[in-house]
Nanobody, 122 residues
């Protein structure tokens, strides 16, 4: 499966932004999906994940109550709605599919999309 992330940009603190990740292939609806981010000079970190049917979603403490992850299997797309953005949210955000282990561990994901840059100015 190929993943295409989009929606990044430059925003001000407090603004909102929605990232999308669209997948090719029929198996999308079978996949657990995750978002990760990597800020300059830092390691990649878990942001959010959603189960194959969208019923269960999981968030890093740093984004809980501000970010919402959802999916539309009919459109092969997951959406990361980011509200109340902070400068510390600045990073390259990447989507990933099909983890073979803990959903918050980037090393276990099989498929990755290219990143989309989110910059939050203060």
């Amino acid at each position: 499966v190929q993943l295409q992330a989009s929606g990044g940009g430059l925003v001000q603190a407090g603004d909102s932004l929605r990232l999308s990740c669209t997948a090719s292939g029929r198996a999308f609806s079978n996949y657990f999906m995750g978002w990760f981010r990597q800020a300059p000079g830092k390691e990649r970190e878990f942001v959010a994940a959603v189960s194959w049917n969208g019923v269960y979603s999981y968030y890093a403490d740093s984004v809980k109550d501000r970010f919402t992850l959802s999916r539309n299997n009919a459109k092969n797309t997951v959406y990361l709605e980011m509200n109340s953005l902070k400068p510390e949210d600045t990073a390259v955000y990447s989507c990933a599919a099909d983890p073979k282990g803990d959903y918050d561990n980037p090393r276990v994901y099989i498929h990755w999309g290219q990143g989309t840059l989110v910059t939050v100015s203060s």
